[in-house]
């Protein structure tokens, strides 16, 4: 696991709260020698987890859509910096350069890809570890409903290994790095292959 993949939102008008917190989590990514997979953006908490990076020294891995390749909306100090002709391909992209997944606050697009690699890992797709920073409590009512969708019976109780609701970005790298995280989910079997 050489690289984190930071889900993050990239609006202006998130309160400073957050973007201190994007800002620990990218130095610590850095200081603890792993690279930064994100989603290349310089705004919100995308751009100030890269800057945290930068500030650590960190490798930094740029993934945007061919759409959002616009100067002023680019963060221009990634190490490396890729352009996909859209969004899938963004997240297939970041997916395959990331040996674990860290979701920051964000908006539908954040959820979506939070969502997405919590799926991919519940059937069975990859064993890379998965958290969120729960920062203000932003995702405690999702965590809310992961709980309820356990408890009526929609997903099964081990489903609950998959990922890991963490108060700092401290935590999550501690998550992500522990023996916890490295255990292979034990996955449904729903899927029958010939």
Known sequence: MNNICVFASGSKTLDDIYIRE????????????FGLVFGGGTDGLMGAVAR????????IIGVLPEMMNVKGIIFESCSELHVTSGMRERKALMELNAGAFIALPGGFGTLEELLEIITLRQLGCHRKPIAAVNTNGFYSHLAAQFDETVTQGFAK????SVYR????????????ASEDAAQPYIKNELIKRP
């Open 52 to 59: 945290g990076a930068a500030e650590g020294g960190g490798r």
């Open 157 to 160: 109780e081990d489903a609950r």
């Open 165 to 176: 609701i963490c108060d700092s970005a401290k935590q999550a790298l501690d998550y992500i």
């Open 22 to 33: 994007a800002q620990t989590l990218g130095r610590l990514i850095a200081q603890s020698g």
